[in-house]
């Protein structure tokens, strides 16, 4: 079984300011992992993902996200925010030969950007 | 990149109507596809795994006789709201797997459902 927890329901942060979106799982098989971003009344957009190998996974819009096995976290991380990157942000694992190989969402995280 | 589509992007209907929603597989082909559910301000549930000439597997809770899907071909799926009522209102997204591996699934932009 997997499960993904996102701590912060609603991040708030300045602009400029660094981003860190706290992610959480738990899996039976090896994890897959992603980070997608969600603006209102949109679908999702990949922001990175981690399958194997290096475990600091660089994506699009200057994000990043660090896979620890130890911790079982996937946090995602911008070093400064930008108003345009105010949006809802998900966490989900998946995992080759788990039950049809789909997506388990975290709850989400709404991130605000502050002038 | 591989590409999914959903048509409509939004539709209104009247309670009681049904209403047919489809995700197409634009650049690839799909055995499997998944339909999942999102409510405002919450996460995307999974409703149903959509495999191409069979059933589709539906989750605990989701009825199946009111959430039709049928995967007629390795590039599309339908998803039929049967007698919708407007707690089926919601955001309806799909997703679609290009091969074997979980990093080889695309998600489609979503279909908004209001049922007046």
């Known amino acids: 079984a997997q499960s993904v927890t996102q701590l912060g329901s609603h991040v708030s942060v300045s602009e400029g300011a660094l981003v860190l979106l706290r992610c959480n799982y738990s899996?039976?098989?090896?994890?897959?992992l992603f980070w997608y971003v969600q603006y209102p009344n949109q679908g999702l957009q990949l922001l990175l993902k981690?399958?194997?190998?290096?475990?600091l996974v660089k994506g699009i819009n200057g994000f990043e996200a660090e896979f620890k096995k130890s911790e079982t976290s996937f946090h995602l991380t911008k070093p400064s925010a930008h108003m345009s990157d105010a949006a809802e942000y998900f966490c989900?694992?998946?995992?080759?030969?788990?039950?049809?190989?789909?997506?388990?969402f975290g709850p989400g995280t709404r991130l605000s950007v502050l002038p | 990149g591989a590409v999914v589509s959903q048509h409509p992007s939004r539709v209104i209907c009247k309670s009681g109507t049904s209403v047919k929603i489809e995700c197409r597989s634009l650049?690839?082909?799909?055995?499997?596809m998944f339909w999942y559910r999102q409510f405002p301000k919450q996460s995307l549930m999974l409703m149903a795994t959509?495999?191409?000439?069979?059933?589709?597997?539906?989750e605990q809770g989701v009825e199946k006789d009111k959430f039709l899907i049928n995967h007629a071909s390795l590039t599309l799926s339908t998803l039929t709201v049967t007698s919708a009522h407007p707690e089926d209102s919601s955001f309806y997204i799909c997703?679609?797997?290009?091969?074997?591996?979980?990093?080889?699934?695309?998600f489609g932009p979503g279909t908004r459902l209001t049922v007046l």
């Open positions: 650049d690839f082909q799909a055995t499997t």
């Open positions: 899996s039976s098989v090896p994890p897959y």
């Open positions: 981690y399958t194997t190998g290096a475990t």
């Open positions: 959509s495999n191409e000439g069979s059933k589709a597997t539906y």
């Open positions: 997703s679609a797997r290009a091969g074997g591996l979980p990093d080889t699934q695309y």
């Open positions: 989900a694992v998946s995992g080759y030969g788990n039950y049809g190989q789909n997506f388990v």
